[in-house]
């Protein structure tokens, strides 16, 4: 007579944590209800650039400073979205700059065409997705776990309502968000974050470096020292002219 016993391996995994639960514990792990719904971030440090994964296209910004307004609501993930700003530095010698005013791109030329914009975002935008990850219409699914940076992670899928995809690995001691992954135009991207260091006021957890990389290759790594959370940011920041020098907060 066959045995209809359950695998104790199988029980052990029913009994782990579910998708939803990771998602809640890094909400909470990064600064509750104030990082799951911030309305502004603005973070400067310096940053290592490799426009093509090369040695050799190595550029060193000794400023490198971002401004964000985050969106209220959010069902694609990897497009723009609030409003954004990037400027990149060396001195007093622009590398580059960066921005999205809610409708039009701008980087250092000033205003990007449509399709060169939608390109860029599509490239960058898809970790604030994991601040909706548990509103209505969206997906998890937990995967396979994994290991960043020596630290065993949980691996949560998150479909949006548009069907995106973004892969999210969760530290399984800390909650900290160690890693983002998606595809994109340019190929399979992969942001690895660590160094974290806590915003007292308003309750705010920053990972302190930052690495991106494209099908493998490092292209940025980005050292955040300096964080404000939710301080106003005036409108005319996220627009760009072509002789508009790059400004500090």
Known sequence: ??????????LLLAAGPDAADIIRKAHAAAGGEVWRRPSTLYLEG???LYADGTLASRQSADRYVMWREFPAWNSTAHAANG??????????????????????TYNQ??????????????????FGIIRFALDEGF?????????VDGHTVFVVKIVDPSGGETSF?????SHQIRRVAFDTPRGWHERIYSDFFWVEDPGWMQPGR???YYNGAKTNDIRWT??????PIEARRFVINRDSPSESQ
Request: no cysteine; charged share 25%.
């Open 169 to 173: 690995a969760i530290d399984q001691q």
């Open 139 to 147: 997906k998890q699914t937990l995967m396979v776990p994994d290991s």
């Open 83 to 104: 409003k954004v700003r990037i400027d990149a530095a060396d001195g007093n010698r622009t590398l580059f700059q960066i921005a999205f005013d809610g409708e039009k």
């Open 226 to 231: 300096k964080a404000v959370v939710n301080e």
């Open 210 to 212: 930052v690495r991106l």
């Open 109 to 126: 030329n000033g205003e990007v065409p449509g399709a060169a914009a939608s390109r860029e975002w599509s490239e960058n935008f898809g």
């Open 46 to 48: 310096s940053a290592e």
């Open 1 to 10: 007579m066959l045995s209809m016993q359950v695998p104790v391996f199988s």
